[in-house]
């Protein structure tokens, strides 16, 4: 497949399995669409035996039109960890493309996802949250985000509603971790225009609230945009991508119209099987496992098969992962399984074992081989410290950049 945006890390090479093949008899998706004229956002159902990560897109609600000259862009997803980046990115796409928990830091690598509206081409890069680290892969994995804020054409700074006090009317104050990101995207040179996305707000009735918040942030970073939605509400991230669209730059698509991400199989298979680690764990087991891949094969008939290690750290995270008699490792397999099923459209036979690596997240040597590797480069400053300075802001101004005001509904988060 050809070489995406600038910001995607190619770490993970791709395998016989592609992120995407026309079902039999059927024409590649062309390169653009006429300009002017929005392209099918029509479902393509892959061959039964296609191994490749599904093409087809469920069609979003209130899809943005973006009109115009064609335009193609990177957009990278930056914030803290937990703020709801990759529930965003699958919101965007339609697809459960990337993993969700609850538990921080479940975003490990840079994430691809292509999306095509109107005349706009968006490369949307979920990224790690960027945090303080403890452990050497916690360095990658900010050096991942970094690099992708630095290379993108627009960033979404993604932060969520601050939870303190209670009923509507309480303070809510920014969290000192996005005021030392936004800084920090502030003295980046060359910095791509940046959209507040503040997530979450239905977690409040009086919208009013919120205010102070966007006002705070819009003192350290002038906003191409501030768009408060819920991610998880059917729809509201077109609002977004509204936003976003015009400050795409001016150009020729990339990729196919029915392309979704230039991640190959054997990528999904490791993260679905990391996905059931998380929710079936607790503490620190989740942080201390890694997923491998030791056998990917692609028959032409029949069943794909996949063998994965997992590693942990220590000898009792290994019994809680298998379980009493092996149940929990059984589950988590299977539930792995059926996902990788749904996204090849085809029998998937998964293998696991469990090995303890000791101290793989602090070993350079480990994490190359696991596929994590500190390739960005740059500055390796922190961007999010655990405890910062006095930061107390002016409560006079106006926010900057248009603010798309979210709907009153109550709906859950």
């Given amino acids: 497949m050809r070489a995406t945006a600038r910001a995607v890390n190619e770490r993970a090479k791709p395998s016989a399995t592609q992120n995407r093949r026309p079902a039999k008899g059927q024409k590649a998706a062309p390169k653009a669409p006429p300009q002017g004229k929005n392209p099918k956002e029509a479902s393509r159902k892959p061959a039964a035996h296609s191994p490749a990560p599904p093409a087809k897109k469920a069609a979003a609600p209130k899809p943005a039109v973006i009109e115009g000259p064609l335009r193609s862009g990177t957009v990278a997803l930056i914030g803290r960890p937990n703020v709801g980046k990759s529930t965003l990115l699958n919101a965007a796409l339609g697809q459960p493309l990337a993993i969700v928990s609850p538990t921080p830091q479940t975003t490990r690598d840079t994430l691809l996802g292509v999306l095509h509206r109107g005349s706009a081409e968006f490369r949307l890069l979920d990224t790690p949250g960027l945090h303080k680290p403890k452990t050497e892969l916690g360095r990658v994995m900010n050096a991942y985000a970094r690099e992708a804020a630095r290379a993108a054409d627009v960033v979404l700074f993604i932060t969520d509603v601050p939870q303190r006090g209670h009923g509507d009317h309480h303070v809510i104050a920014p969290h000192p971790g996005d005021l030392t990101l936004l800084q920090s995207l502030k003295d980046a040179e060359g910095a791509a225009p940046v959209v507040l996305v503040l997530n979450k707000v239905d977690i409040v009735r009086d919208k009013s609230v919120l205010l102070p918040l966007i006002e705070a942030f819009s003192k350290i970073l002038p906003f191409a945009a501030i768009v408060p939605i819920s991610a998880k509400r059917e729809g509201e991230v077109e609002r977004v991508l509204a936003e976003v669209g015009p400050l795409l730059p001016e150009g020729k698509w990339q990729h196919d119209e029915d392309d979704l991400t230039d991640r190959p199989t054997r990528y999904f298979a490791s993260e679905y099987v990391r996905e059931q680690i998380l929710r079936a764990?607790?503490?620190?087991?989740?942080?201390?496992?890694?997923?491998?891949?030791?056998?990917?094969?692609?028959?032409?008939?029949?069943?794909?098969?996949?063998?994965?290690?997992?590693?942990?750290?220590?000898?009792?995270?290994?019994?809680?992962?298998?379980?009493?008699?092996?149940?929990?490792?059984?589950?988590?397999?299977?539930?792995?399984?059926?996902?990788?099923?749904?996204?090849?459209?085809?029998?998937?036979?998964?293998?696991?074992?469990?090995?303890?690596?000791?101290?793989?997240?602090?070993?350079?040597?480990?994490?190359?081989?696991?596929?994590?590797?500190k390739d960005a480069g740059g500055d390796q400053t922190l961007l999010i410290e655990a405890d910062l300075p006095d930061l107390s802001l002016p409560t006079d101004g106006e926010p900057t950049g248009p603010v798309v005001i979210a709907g009153d509904e109550d709906q859950e988060q």
């Fill in 281 to 373: 764990t607790r503490l620190e087991v989740p942080h201390a496992t890694a997923v491998t891949v030791d056998k990917f094969s692609e028959p032409e008939r029949g069943a794909l098969e996949i063998d994965i290690t997992i590693h942990v750290e220590r000898p009792g995270q290994k019994k809680i992962l298998v379980g009493k008699g092996g149940a929990t490792l059984k589950q988590i397999g299977m539930q792995a399984r059926l996902r990788v099923e749904e996204m090849v459209g085809r029998k998937v036979i998964l293998r696991t074992w469990v090995r303890v690596t000791e101290a793989w997240r602090q070993s350079r040597e480990r994490l190359s081989e696991m596929g994590y590797e």
